[in-house]
Nanobody
Framework: QVQLVESGGGLVQPGGSLRLSCAAS????????MSWYRQAPGKERELVAG????????NYADSVKGRFTISRDNAKNTVYLQMNSLKPEDTAVYYC????????WGQGTQVTVSS
């Protein structure tokens, strides 16, 4: 069955870094557009970053440009989100999403930025 399993979340101090991973299985990962979303308490889920199936094009929310980097390894069926210079406002549950013929979501991983 289809699975998207996020990992790498945790508690980090402001200015710190985290690397999220999303391991995919059960579908043809290499043809899917992959993205990361986040949802903070009391707020709507928002797009953070996306990457095309080949990895050749990426896009980012203005709030994370220059700090976050999305990448993928199609040989490992995994998409990553490198997060640097983290701020308290980056605190949220982070989800990966696969978009194609069907859309699939992971279960989310908590990121907390706090001193």
């Amino acid at each position: 069955q289809v699975q998207l399993v996020e990992s790498g979340g945790g508690l980090v101090q402001p200015g710190g870094s985290l690397r999220l991973s999303c391991a995919a299985s059960g579908f043809t990962f290499t043809v899917y557009y992959m993205s990361w979303y986040r949802q903070a308490p009391g707020k709507e889920r928002e797009l953070v970053a996306g990457i095309t199936s080949s990895g050749g094009r990426t896009n980012y929310a203005d709030s994370v440009k220059g700090r976050f980097t999305i990448s993928r390894d199609n040989a490992k069926n995994t998409v990553y989100l490198q997060m640097n210079s983290l701020k308290p406002e980056d605190t949220a549950v982070y989800y990966c999403k696969a978009a194609g013929i069907s859309d699939f979501w992971g279960q989310g991983t908590q990121v907390t930025v706090s001193s």
